[in-house]
Every structure is written in C-alpha cells, then in structure tokens.
C-alpha cells in the first residue's frame, strides 16, 4: 500500500472552501494532511525532514499564486529541502502536485489569455523533483472549484483520492482494483446488512466485468495472431 | 532617459559576494536599488506600489533558489502584487530578471543536468509580465560568481550596466550609443586633465568608427542595388 503525505501551502486552509473539500476527501488510512508554515526552529525542521523519508508519495497541495506557490509554502520548501540533493534522501519517491486555479483551464494553451500549458508552468517543480531523484507524477488540477457542480465535485473528490493513493498508471484496470479494494474496505466496516448487500453485489459485478474484459481481450489476441498467418 | 529600480530578492545581500558586486555596478544616477523584505503593513505596501509606478523598467534580482525566487521574496511579490492585474498600473513597463546560480550555465538544455532553459524554468515570471501587460525583457543570468576572473568580472559590470539602463535592443549601435553615454558622463566628472584627453580621445575614436562604420554600410547597400539590376 502506498503512503502518501498531502503538504499543503494554502496560507489558510480554514477560509478555502476547496481546500476543506479537499482535506475531508483525503481522509484515507494511509495518508497524512500536513499543513506547512514558516515558523519552524532548527529540530523541527530536522523532525520534519526525518519524518517525509517515511512516505513513498510526497505531494504539494497550493493554490496557484503567480504561477507558483505562495510565498509562505516557498519558504518552507526552500527551509527543508536545503541541500537535500546532497543525502539522497527522496531518490525514487513519486512527487506530485495538487493545484486550485481561478482562471479556466482551457487558458493554459498556445493562443489562449495564460499562453503555457500547466506541465510548462510547473517546470520548476519538475527539475525540483530531478534534482532530487524523484518520479514527477502528473498534475493534479482544479479549476474554478466554487463553479463545480455536486456531481462534479463528487467526481473530483474519487480522482482526488486516486491521485493520492492509487498505482501511477492511467490504466483502466489499476483504477477497477482501486475501486475494488476501497469497496472492500467500506463492506468491512458496513453494519447494515442491505447496504453491506449492495457493496458485496457491486463488486461481484465489477469481478464479472473483469472476466468478460479478459475473454474478450483474449479472443482478440487470437483473432490477430489468426489474421497474422494468412 | 530610462528610470530603473532593482528589487533584491536575496535573503542577506550583505552576505553575498555577487550582490555586493551588483550593487556596487549598479550605483547610476537613474537606478535605484530597492532591498525586499516581507515584513510590510498596509500603508508600506500602498507606499511600495505606488512608488513603483514611478519606473520604467522593473528588475527583480535574486540567487535561484528551487529554480524560482527564494520563498521570502515570494512572499514580497504576493504582498506588492496581489491584484495588480486589474488595476493596469504596470501595463507597458518593462520587466527583467537578474538571476545568480550556482551551477554551469551550460547544464541548462535538453540533455543536460538541468534539462530545462532558464527561459523555460522562468515561464512562471514570463506569465507574471504578460498578466501585468508588462513586457518581458531577456534574462540576464550570472553563472558561478565566485569562479569569475577579475577581467570576466569587469565585463560582467559593464553588461549589467546596460541591462539595467540601456535601450532594449540587441544591435551593435545601441551599445556604441551607450557607451559614448556613459563616457560623456565620467568626460563631465573629471578633474585630471590627462585622464580627459584619454576620454576625450575614446569618444572621438567611437565617433570616427561609427562614421566609417555607417559608409560601409552605405557602400554595401549601393553595391545591393547596383547588382540588382543586373
């Protein structure tokens, strides 16, 4: 299982309503909410340094301020990664950024009123994590949070919680075993036998789907290796 | 005449080899050099603002620090700047970055250590210029001060000199034009009448130049329109 810890560089999660949404959806057994400030002396800087090692997946959560972090969360990267490309500490570790922008995210375009794609924007954090050996996930982003509907918002709090725990893989089936052990996880803890009925009878289904995904696919791979002899 | 203001976004210049160099280079009767701190209240950030207005050129100087600006000057940017995009104060101005780092200039390309440009790590204040309307000038960027020979060093002055004052123009002439300036103003200054004579001689000798320079010129472009017709 993959732990994850969510750094985040809003200077005050309270106020944004994106960044509580947020907080409430990553709420899993294996990831930890860790505010930063930029008030830290000398041993807690270092505890904080000691205890990042501990996790495979470190990810900056901020809201986009000039087309970085605020000022603040800057601070506290530039206090404890100082000369961290020295100790090899986070070689191999997954990297990945949760950002919240007010502006369309179709501006982030050649042509368009931001002209750079977001990937171009973040290249700082990219040659940070390169610096540091580290595997630069993709983007994780959120435009216009306070337009979204409920059925978006539902959406993005599932994306959300695969950006922070899943395999990083875009395949369709790490996202069904994802889906699959947090139903699991859920039928575990369920005490109403109805619901626990409906858990049990979705993951049947998705297992059933899964079966017939495989036999088709394994049909297909002979019809190619058929067509390929002729 | 074109009115310059340095911001200096390093934690201590005073501790700093390279920005004491700066900013004794930069001692020219229409620069001014501004040390930023992120401790302001309200009526110093109004006083900073507005004082701003004041410049043709703005230049943000500071040590790269995680391939952006180090979090204090950040924080100073977020303070001064924040929404500074509607009220269309800077629009028209001209805005450059004087970057110190630390490693070889040529680590900074597809291939190499770095694997980025500074042009591309910089998209993020490039972004900032175009939101502000503001245009954005060449980085001009000092690789490894402290490995600089004392003539590289001279050079060094001089070039930083005109990015901060002369005309945004890469052409041969604009240089000539900036340096028979800067002569005329030490000729203006000069007490020892042996040292004038030099100046004076320089002067003249940029002058003659420039005329044989401009027949040249004119030779070639008659030849041009000569064979043109052949």
Redesign the interface.
């Known amino acids: 299982m993959i732990k994850t810890i969510v750094i985040v560089g809003h200077p005050s999660p309270a106020d944004s309503g994106c960044q509580q949404f947020l907080r409430e959806s990553a709420q899993l057994e294996q990831v930890e909410y860790y505010i930063a400030t930029?008030q830290m002396d000398y041993q807690q800087v270092k505890r904080v340094q000691e205890h990042l090692v501990e996790f495979d997946r470190i990810i900056f959560q901020f809201p986009m301020?000039?087309?970085?972090?605020?000022?603040?969360?800057?601070?506290?990267?530039?206090?404890v990664?100082e000369n961290s490309e020295r100790n090899n500490l986070f070689s191999g570790k997954e990297f990945g950024l949760v950002i919240n922008y007010g502006v369309k995210s179709s501006d982030f375009q050649a042509g368009r009123k931001?002209?750079?794609t977001l990937s171009?924007?973040c290249?700082?954090?990219?040659?940070?994590a390169?610096?540091l050996g580290m595997i630069f996930l993709p983007i994780f982003s959120i435009s216009q949070f306070y337009y979204l509907t409920s059925s978006e918002m539902k959406r993005l709090a599932v994306d959300y919680q695969q950006y922070l725990t899943k395999k990083n893989s875009n395949d369709f089936l790490s996202k069904e075993v994802w889906i699959q052990q947090r139903l699991n996880l859920f039928a575990v803890q369920e005490k109403d036998d109805k619901r626990l009925r409906i858990f049990k009878h979705i993951v049947d289904h998705i297992a059933s789907n899964r079966d017939q995904l495989s036999s088709l696919e394994e049909s297909l791979t002979w019809i190619k290796e058929e067509s390929s002899y002729e």
Chains 1, 2 share one sequence.
């Open positions: 930029n301020y000039w087309y970085s972090v605020p000022g603040h969360f800057k601070m506290w990267i530039d206090t990664f931001e002209r750079y171009e924007l290249r700082p954090f990219e040659s940070f390169n610096k």
